[in-house]
């Protein structure tokens, strides 16, 4: 069974950062790739960052270019997301998923298999 659990969000303030673990089972990540997205509140998910299998090649939505990485360790089947700079809209619930699909993966979707969600709350 695949199962995708997302970690790392919180409580933090504007301009403090966040790293977010995604830890995968059930399937090994390194023939998957993955994405992180977010839902706000009345907002739509929207695309946060994916990777591609072996983490040469990264997408970034606007909201994300410059303040947010991504990353994977296929080794310890996990994928990972560095926020910094963080601002009060970008309050969310984050989610993990992975893909099976081939070629360039960064609609929601084109993924599969999601995890539960991690909320991030920002304070100003």
């Known amino acids: 069974q695949v199962q995708l659990v997302e970690y790392g969000g919180g409580l933090v303030q504007a301009g403090d950062s966040l790293r977010l673990s995604c830890a995968a089972s059930g399937h090994a990540i390194g023939t998957y790739a993955m994405g992180w997205f977010r839902q706000g509140p009345g907002k739509e998910r929207e695309t946060v960052a994916t990777?591609?299998?072996?983490?040469?090649?990264?997408y970034y939505g606007d909201s994300a270019q410059g303040r947010f990485t991504i990353s994977r360790d296929n080794a310890k089947n996990t994928v990972y997301l560095q926020m910094n700079n963080l601002r009060p809209d970008d309050a969310a619930v984050y989610y993990c998923?992975?893909?099976?699909?081939?070629?360039?993966?960064?609609?929601?979707?084109?993924?599969?298999?999601w995890g539960q969600g991690t909320e991030v709350t920002v304070t100003s």
């Open positions: 998923a992975s893909s099976s699909m081939l070629g360039r993966t960064t609609r929601a979707d084109q993924y599969a298999y």
């Open positions: 990777i591609s299998r072996n983490g040469f090649s990264t």
